[in-house]
């Protein structure tokens, strides 16, 4: 597997300190509001590396963090007059249900920043004690001038004009010494902790370092983000976590690119800013964002906008078909192996081993995602025949799972009963040959969010999607 590590700015091939296991560290959301979609974006591309390291057989042991307190999360939740915890549970929520209906794989421990405190007072209290820390009147600061290798995932140079930086909000320009612990002053209200250092509350940078060794270990295998994160918070968790531990933290550095709306930089201000929640308010199908994430590459910029959602729901459509198709026709059985199911094994071979190259090869998602629907072209010439020979059925439909646990597009849903009888109440009535009823009763089934597709000798029922 290949791929590209923003440490050696190169293409390399992935290898794992212990062999079949990964450990994998991801910087996850600040819970002061509902994330957007450009977050979104990132999350699914952590979802992907995960996915893909499976698909090698890796065994993956994933942490993401959830930051629930900082400057944001304490500004907001004095506003709304609710406790700080109350206030990042809430969206803490928002955000695992948004992953959910992106498919995530929730196969990670999600770790709270404020659960973590003493771990990151430890840290703080040794790089004081070996002088790579320094305590100043309003808090404890990271010396980056101590750290020789500082600058060496972002380029950034350390040149002695450096400042001191305390908000989170950083100065995306400069190398300055970043706060590690803050002292308490009275715009953070409850948020503070005792303990060894002086009352306050953590910097942001700290939580990650202290979480990734304390669940991962001092060194591990990758550590994801999006390339805003590069410079200063990953390139300040390699200083203090390298300074601390005196090994290196982390072998892989994986970026994903920024998504944009209409070509520009999303932002309140251009009123271009969108949530999960927003899409499904205009019909669509979470996962019709997922295949747009998908079907670009994470190093490249992603731009987002609602026509070419559009595209992506059609497309979310013809795969629920396709699947459900499959399933629903009749199978048989043949004697023997005959010419066409030699045919059909040896291609959904081939188109397998193209789907693993494509992603092995730095996650080339785009790529899979064609093999993967070039998969279901199969299905469908089969399915157009009204049946399917068992042995063909288990081949395609091992194939069609085996590629989906990479790309996660998993369509589940119940279909009522109710509509299941109007379903067959409605191919009774064609089998009569009493279409304008049969019409009448395909509208009612549209009506409640259903549609049929006549395949020959039977019928599937969908979802509507957006056309
Ligand atoms: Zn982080």
Redo the contacts with the bound molecule.
Sequence with gaps: MKVYNSLSRKIENFKALEQGKVTMYT?GPTVYNYVHIGNLRTFIFYDTVKRALKLNDYKVKHVM?ITDVDDKTIKGAIERRMSLKEYTELYANYFIEDLNKLNVDMDTKFTKATDNIDEMQKIIVKLVKEGYAYEADDGVYFNVSKFKDYGKLSGMKVDGSYSRIKNDDYDKENASDFALWKYWDANDGEAYWKGELKKGRPGWHI??SAMSMKYLGKTIDIHC?AVD?IFP?HEN?IAQSESYSKQKFVNYWLHAEHLLVNGQKMSKSLNNFYTLKDLEGQGFNPLSFRLMAIDSHYRNKLDFNFENLRKYEKLLAKIDLSIKALNKVEKYEEKEDNYSRVQTKQKVEKVIELFKEAVNNDLNTHEALQHFLSLLDLADEKTKKGKIDNNEFSVLSTAISKANDVLGIYIDYKIPEEIIALAEEREQKRREKQFIEADLLREKISENGYSIADLTGTFVITKKYLD
């Design positions: 910087c963090n939580e990650c983000g994160l918070h968790e």
